[in-house]
Structures are given as C-alpha cells and as structure tokens.
C-alpha cells in the first residue's frame, strides 16, 4: 500500500514568500543597523583617542614642568613648585621624586618620614617611562592609580581623568593603549584585555575601530554584538512577525490577482455555454440628413459570478486564451438573428459587427458568415465587418482574406483609425470599403490638441479614398458641424445621436426617426 505523502498539500508558496520577505527585512536591517553602529563607534572612538590624548599630553607637561625644577628636590621652594603644578594639570592627581627606587617626597604629602620602595613597573616604554597601572601598592593602598615614572619624577594620575569617555552602552568596549609598545593603558567595558594591545585585526569583535594620534596613544572601540544581533529578544520578535506579514500579504495579493485572471477565463468559459452574452446596437447616422443607416453591434457580458464585465477587458482575456472564435460566433449569430427583420425591411441598412484578428485569420469564419447569412435572409452587402489591429499583425497575408470577404460582398471596415497599428501601413495593404476615424480624434475638434492637426490630415486623405468614412464618439454639435463643413458624406456615430441600444428600443428608435420624429 502506498503512503500519502502530506507534502502534496503543504503551502509552498505562501511559506517561500514569506521566506523571501523574512530574509530581506532580516538581511536589511542587519545592513543598516551595522552601518548605524560602526559611525557610532568611529565618532566615539574619535572622541576617546581625542580625550585620551589630551590627558596624556596634560601628564607628560606636568612631569616636564617637575623635572625642570631649578630647587633642589624635596625642598620646601620645590614642593610648593609640585604643588602648583597640581593645580596647574587637572588629570595629575600627585606628582613627587624618587630617589633610588623610593620615593622620598611629593606635593601632596610633602617629605615622607619614611621613604616608601616602588613595587616593580607594570612596563618601561620606549622612552624609558616606567608605568604602573591601577597600582595600590603607593601612597593610598585603598585607592587604585596609574603612575609614571620619567627620570626622578614621579606622576599619578586622576582616577577621574578618564570617566569623561566611559562608554554606557554595555556592548561595546574600549581600549587606549600605547603604539609603539602595543601596551595596554586602560580598557573600558566588556573587553578586559590587558596584557597585549589588541591591533585591529586580532579582535575577534564583529565591529571595531581602531586610531591612533601623534603623542603615540591609540584607541581601539569594539562592539561584541553588532547589526541583528544587538537586537533584544522582543525587537527581533517583532521584526519576524512583521516580515512573515508582508510576506504573507504580498503572498495574497499576488494570488488574488492571479485568481481573478484565472476566474474570469474559467467564467468566459461557461459564460459561452450558459448564454450569457447579449447584444447592443448603436445607430450610425448620416449626416447630412441624420438618417439612420446602419448599426454596429456590441457584445455585452451580464456575468452570473462575476457581474457586468466591459468588453474591452474580456474580448483582451478571450483573445488571449483563445476563447474569441466562440465569442465571434455567438455575436454573429445572435446579431443577425436580432436584426433580421429589421435588415429585411431595409434594403440599404447595414449591420457592422466587430472581428479581432485571429477571427479574420480563422478560415472557418466566412462560410460561417456566409451560412448564417443564408440562415437569416440577409443580403451580403448588408454585412460590414469592422476590424482592429491591437498587435502588429501580418498585413500582406491578411489582405489575402480581406480579398475574399469582399469578392463575397461583404465589406471590411478599418476600425479605430489612426491609433495603434491601424494606420496608414494597413490602408496600404488591406481594401477596406470602410473607415472609421478613431474617436480620440473626433473628440479633439475645438481642441488644440495635436490630434485637432491630425484630424485636418485625415479628412484631405480621405478626400483622396473611395471609401465609406465613419467618424466615431461624436458627442456634441460642434464636432458634427465641422466633420459635415469637411466632410459631407461622413457617417457619424455617437452618443449626440444615440447610445448603444437593445433591439426592441432600436427598432422603436428606427421607427421615430424614418417617421422625422428623430433628432
Ligand atoms: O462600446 P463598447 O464598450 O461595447 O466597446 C468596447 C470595445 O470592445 C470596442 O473597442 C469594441 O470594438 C469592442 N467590442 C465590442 N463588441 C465586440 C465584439 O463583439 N467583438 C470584438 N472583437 N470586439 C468588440
Ligand atoms: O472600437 P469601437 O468603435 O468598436 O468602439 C465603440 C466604442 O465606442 C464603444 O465602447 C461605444 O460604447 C463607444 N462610444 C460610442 N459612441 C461614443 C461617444 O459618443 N463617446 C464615447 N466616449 N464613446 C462612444
Ligand atoms: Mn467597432
């Protein structure tokens, strides 16, 4: 027996979506928030290796000063010298001599009744300065001090003198220490390193920085989180709920859209079966005597799921997927069927009805035509097929089809002229007994607007054309006394005459206007 694998059910998409989002928002934030991170550490160590710099240099005039003392050492005229010197450098906590190893004397205890044996330095740098950090072992042994020994002089500094670039932020670290000797002076925060000066390549820290200045002091500041990982259980939290959200978001908004594309195809489908197409009917008029001669039939889908659906947007889906032949059939059909005794009646009324390219190219549609034609009673002159081309299509092949429409009798208009690939190019190849000037330039008269140019271009070519000219989406009577001052014999459709109708108002629409009762 086989085993159902449970995977065939799992979610795949939405889970790589919300992957994709997660690691984005993860990887950007880790970006930003390093780069945020390490000015902050560069400013700050900027500023430490500034300040270091500066007590180092305020110490080393003091010694100086106490070693330029022209009295004798530990005289009383000498001690009260150290003891301006105190004054004078306000990292120097004291400052006194030393003679064989003990020191004999300093400013703020004057000459000690005993005098008191240094412990060994800590280092002796380059310049032949001993050092003693945070030693307890002098003076006050409760108090911890750094101390110099240059020569006879001894210096102690403020255990204050640094707290100025004490760092509050427990992640990150810094470490001041010499250049030449790679000795560590002072470290502040989680990085207790003493013994060797860290160089910036040995630090394990995921971010550091690390300058020195001219008086030989360096400053190295760490951070030993850094980007994401500085985050707190809670931020990062949110951060992933966030992400997963728009991932899953993104994730439906795509499915939707996708759902939708995909539902209305299906629902064209059964639309098809479930008859749910009707037609409209817009008169074209003559102008010269506004006199109705002719209809254009226009497809209208009432879908049960879906609702009104335009026919600019699911004629697009239906050529796509390939549903048109079906969708032209049935216009066909139900168009000639509707406008049979109408057509009967009127020996000279045409019905238009709109093709798409691949209709013109199916070679079963004309003896289609051609049966129902013979089916309703209908006269091949009464049938003009309009055609618009919306991607560039093989002109000289179809010129071979139009052929074949017209030997039948039945005319081939140029829809939609003048926009898109129904153009010139196509009046070339294609002997369309109708044009039909795209409304966009009908409704630019009184306008101006370059199709207002145009339009004056197209009314002197058409002078030239044995055609029938069709002027669309006339809506108002400037635009039909100026098509009729330029082009007499224009048939004009539009809404100034009347809008797309059903049947049984086009026939109450025709038998007002015969009778004068129209416009
Ligand atoms: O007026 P209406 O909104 O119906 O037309 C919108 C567009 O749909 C127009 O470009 C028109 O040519 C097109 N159209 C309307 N009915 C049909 C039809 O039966 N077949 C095709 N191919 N296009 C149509
Ligand atoms: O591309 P075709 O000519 O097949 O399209 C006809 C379209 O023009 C239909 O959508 C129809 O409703 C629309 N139409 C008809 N008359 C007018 C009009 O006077 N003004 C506007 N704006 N549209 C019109
Ligand atoms: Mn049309």
């Known amino acids: 027996m086989q085993v159902k694998v449970f995977s065939k059910r799992l979610p795949v998409e939405p889970i790589i979506s919300v992957l994709i989002c997660l690691s984005i928002a993860l990887w950007a934030t880790h970006v930003v928030l390093q780069k945020k991170q390490?000015?902050?550490?560069?400013?700050?160590?900027?500023?430490?290796?500034?300040?270091?710099?500066?007590?180092?240099?305020?110490?080393?005039?003091?010694?100086?000063?106490?070693?330029?003392?022209?009295?004798?050492a530990c005289s009383h005229n000498d001690l009260e010298l150290l003891r301006d010197l105190l004054w004078q450098h306000k990292y120097l906590k004291d400052i006194g001599h030393v003679q064989n190893g003990n020191l004999i004397c300093s400013a703020e205890r004057g000459v000690l009744k005993e005098a008191v044996a240094l412990p060994p330095a800590d280092a002796v740098l380059n310049n032949g300065v001993s050092f003693w950090r945070n030693s307890s072992a002098l003076i006050r042994t409760h108090f911890e001090m750094d101390m110099t020994l240059t020569g006879s002089v001894l210096a102690i500094t403020s255990p204050f003198a640094f707290d100025a670039i004490r760092y509050p932020d427990p992640t990150v670290s810094a470490i001041i220490y010499s250049k030449n000797n790679r000795y560590v002076f002072k470290t502040f925060g989680f990085n207790q390193q003493r013994d060797l000066a860290p160089s910036a390549k040995m630090t394990s820290a995921p971010l550091s920085y690390a300058s020195c200045s001219e008086v030989n002091v360096c400053v190295m500041g760490e951070r030993d989180r850094a980007g994401i990982f500085s985050l707190s259980f809670s931020q990062l939290l949110i951060l992933v709920f966030a992400s997963c959200?728009?991932?899953?978001?993104?994730?439906?908004?795509?499915?939707?859209?996708?759902?939708?594309?995909?539902?209305?195809?299906?629902?064209?489908?059964?639309?098809?079966?479930?008859?749910?197409?009707?037609?409209?009917?817009?008169?074209?008029?003559?102008?010269?005597?506004?006199?109705?001669?002719?209809?254009?039939?226009?497809?209208?889908?009432?879908?049960?799921?879906?609702?009104?659906?335009?026919?600019?947007?699911?004629?697009?889906?239906?050529?796509?997927?390939?549903?048109?032949?079906?969708?032209?059939?049935?216009?066909?059909?139900?168009?000639?069927?509707?406008?049979?005794?109408?057509?009967?009646?009127?020996?000279?009324?045409?019905?238009?009805?709109?093709?798409?390219?691949?209709?013109?190219?199916?070679?079963?549609?004309?003896?289609?035509?051609?049966?129902?034609?013979?089916?309703?009673?209908?006269?091949?002159?009464?049938?003009?097929?309009?055609?618009?081309?919306?991607?560039?299509?093989?002109?000289?092949?179809?010129?071979?089809?139009?052929?074949?429409?017209?030997?039948?009798?039945?005319?081939?208009?140029?829809?939609?002229?003048?926009?898109?690939?129904?153009?010139?190019?196509?009046?070339?190849?294609?002997?369309?007994?109708?044009?039909?000037?795209?409304?966009?330039?009908?409704?630019?008269i009184g306008t101006d607007s370059i199709n207002q140019t145009m339009l004056d271009a197209i009314f002197s070519l058409l002078q030239r054309l044995n055609v029938v000219r069709v002027f669309e989406g006339v809506e108002t009577q400037e635009q039909a006394d100026y098509i009729l001052k330029y082009c007499p014999q224009a048939i004009v459709q539009g809404w100034l005459y009347a809008k797309p109708m059903p049947i049984d108002q086009l026939q109450s629409y025709l038998s007002q206007t015969t009778n004068g009762l129209g416009r």
């Open 245 to 444: 959200l728009s991932g899953f978001g993104l994730y439906s908004l795509v499915h939707k859209a996708r759902k939708h594309r995909h539902s209305m195809v299906y629902h064209l489908k059964n639309a098809i079966t479930k008859d749910e197409f009707s037609i409209v009917f817009q008169p074209k008029i003559r102008l010269s005597d506004s006199m109705p001669v002719g209809v254009e039939a226009l497809v209208r889908w009432d879908s049960h799921a879906l609702g009104v659906v335009r026919p600019d947007v699911f004629i697009e889906v239906a050529e796509k997927y390939g549903l048109i032949r079906k969708i032209t059939h049935r216009v066909i059909d139900l168009s000639m069927a509707q406008m049979q005794t109408t057509l009967d009646a009127k020996p000279d009324f045409t019905l238009s009805i709109n093709l798409s390219i691949q209709d013109l190219t199916d070679l079963s549609l004309l003896p289609f035509i051609l049966a129902k034609a013979k089916q309703y009673k209908i006269q091949h002159e009464q049938l003009v097929f309009e055609i618009t081309e919306r991607s560039a299509g093989d002109s000289v092949s179809l010129s071979d089809i139009v052929k074949q429409y017209t030997e039948a009798d039945i005319s081939i208009s140029l829809d939609d002229f003048g926009t898109g690939y129904s153009n010139l190019a196509w009046l070339g190849h294609l002997n369309a007994s109708e044009i039909k000037v795209d409304k966009s330039f009908t409704q630019s």
């Open 38 to 72: 390490w000015t902050a550490l560069k400013n700050y160590s900027d500023y430490a290796l500034n300040y270091a710099s500066g007590v180092t240099a305020d110490l080393k005039t003091g010694v100086v000063s106490a070693q330029s003392s022209p009295y004798t």
